[in-house]
């Protein structure tokens, strides 16, 4: 019988972190100190760390290394100039703005590009590429395909554009209300799903026919080429660094938030061929994020972040990132657990109106699961559901996305396998006593982005968030 090989993680510990592991009173209390939000409770209340995966990796020793050699110069800093290399190198784009992160890369871009009563066409939306658009008077506009909405839609490519929606919108306001297109690979809000590259070419072919600019939201770029790898007629023996580079041949510039596919816990950069851009960034990147030589980091953390961006695309390492959010996610679908089909890049997301059925999603079934996951196990999840999506500003109501879930968001070259397991393990034992869950209410809402400060009670008469 042949036996599949397994394959352990690509790399080995020379340094470790200790954690600090609560038992199941001191869980408790951390949960009703924090009012049930996983955002309030401090990292070393938190056993196995799933709320994010950004600035969350751990470095290399080649990383650490490179943090010597950081040029602190204020200009012409020598670590700019690696930077600036390995950006050009690996993605293929002529130039490069650093910056603190990704959406200081957005806000230059916005700023730059759009103007009050333009249209910005992307596939989904992420919450910060959205607020920069709006607040240069754009209008956000989703263009991804109509399958990307549903959890359980079985899809290779579920990040693709629909040509359709987005030919339509350019016929609807002309091609001269919209100063770019913005496609993300991998979808965050969709689960990390990534986007074909001939959907990539055949955006690029449309958006050229029509003179407009395609930008990627690049931040979880190299995770789509390994997908494009393992999926894609044609690249099967290719190798993600040659992927990557035609990935982003389809398109005229990126923004990236280095804290996820540069393998670093901070910096970001805005990319772009135009030379006109690049002109009119580098004026306004000094305002915002500092001399267009170091752009809000350190010259260490540049050094970080070429380092990272070498490791990134190295085959071994991007198949068992991409495997090991998989491991987690089939040991859940082999369950039974709901979970957003199919397993994506970066995370797994369970699914939690399908998971708690006997919630209301005014009674904040994502908040609720994720309180429970913590309660159960001390791992820390993050709610991406009706709490993140806040109020329609005309009516006051709270908005009802059709997505209402929790992700367990996988840092890269942090965890083991083993972790896996016991974040497996408290997920399925929470499946089999599901009905047993309450609702939550929320007790204090700060009227923005809410999510990250609300404070909620459980709806159970004895008040507590599981019943025995
Ligand atoms: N674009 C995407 C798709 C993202 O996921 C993020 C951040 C950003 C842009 C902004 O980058 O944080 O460096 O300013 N996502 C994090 C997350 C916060 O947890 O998903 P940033």
Redesign the pocket.
Same mark, same amino acid.
């Given at each position: 019988m042949f036996l599949q090989r397994r394959m352990a993680e690509p790399y080995k510990i020379k340094s470790v972190e200790l954690i600090n592991v609560l038992n199941e009173q001191e869980r408790e209390a951390a949960l009703i100190e924090g009012g049930y939000n996983t955002f309030l409770i401090r990292s070393d209340q938190v056993y196995i760390d799933l709320l %994010? $995966? #950004? &600035?969350t990796s751990a470095m290399s020793d080649l990383q650490w290394a490179a943090l010597q050699r950081g040029d602190e110069a204020y200009a012409g800093s020598k670590s700019w100039y690696r930077l600036e290399h390995a950006v050009q190198e690996i993605y293929g784009y002529r130039h490069v703005i650093p910056t603190h992160? &990704?959406? &200081?890369a957005?806000n230059l871009l916005s700023q730059l590009k759009i103007h009050p009563g333009d249209y910005v066409p992307g596939n989904m939306y992420?919450t /910060? %590429?959205r607020a920069h658009q709006e607040l240069n008077g754009g209008t956000f506009v989703d263009i991804i395909i109509d399958e990307a909405h549903d959890p359980q839609a079985e899809l290779p490519f579920k990040g693709n554009v629909d040509l359709v929606k987005l030919e339509n919108l350019i016929q609807k306001v002309g091609a001269d209300k919209i100063p770019y297109v913005s496609v993300?690979v991998t979808v965050?809000l969709a689960g990390g799903q990534p986007v074909s590259m001939q959907n990539l070419r055949d955006v690029y072919a449309l958006c050229q026919k029509h003179s407009i600019p395609v930008m990627f $939201?690049a %931040?979880?770029c190299v995770e789509n080429a390994y997908f494009i790898k393992e999926r894609e007629v044609g690249y099967e023996r290719v190798p993600v660094k040659d992927i990557l580079k035609e990935m982003m041949s389809y398109s005229d510039g990126c %923004?990236m #938030? &280095? *804290? *996820?596919d540069c393998l670093v816990n901070i910096g970001?950069f805005l990319a772009m061929n135009d030379d006109d851009l690049y002109t009119r960034a580098r004026e306004l990147v000094v305002l915002y994020e500092g001399m267009p030589s170091y752009g809000g980091m350190a010259g260490r953390d540049m050094e970080a972040m070429a380092q990272g961006i070498y490791e990134a695309v190295d085959d071994l390492y991007i198949a068992h990132r991409i495997n090991q959010v998989r491991y987690l996610g089939d040991q859940l679908i082999n369950a039974g657990v709901p979970v957003v089909r199919p397993i994506g890049g970066h995370a797994v997301f369970l699914e939690a109106r399908a998971f708690l059925p006997h919630l209301d999603q005014e009674q904040f079934p994502a908040q609720a699961l994720a309180a429970a996951l913590y309660l159960d196990s001390g791992v820390r999840s993050?709610e991406r559901g009706i709490v993140s999506s806040g109020r329609n500003k005309v009516t006051g109501e709270n908005n009802h996305p059709k997505l209402e879930l929790v992700r367990l /968001?996988i840092p890269r070259r942090v965890y083991t396998d083993n972790h896996m397991d016991v974040v497996a393990d408290s997920v399925i034992s929470l499946y089999e006593k599901r009905d047993k869950i309450s609702g939550l209410e929320m007790v204090y809402e700060p009227p923005t982005l809410r999510f990250f400060n609300a404070r909620f009670e459980p709806l159970a008469a004895n008040g507590r968030l599981i019943q025995d």
């Open positions: %994010t $995966d #950004s &600035g992160q &990704g959406r &200081g957005e992420f /910060t %590429t993300a965050n $939201d %931040t979880r %923004t #938030s &280095g *804290k *996820k970001g993050m /968001t």
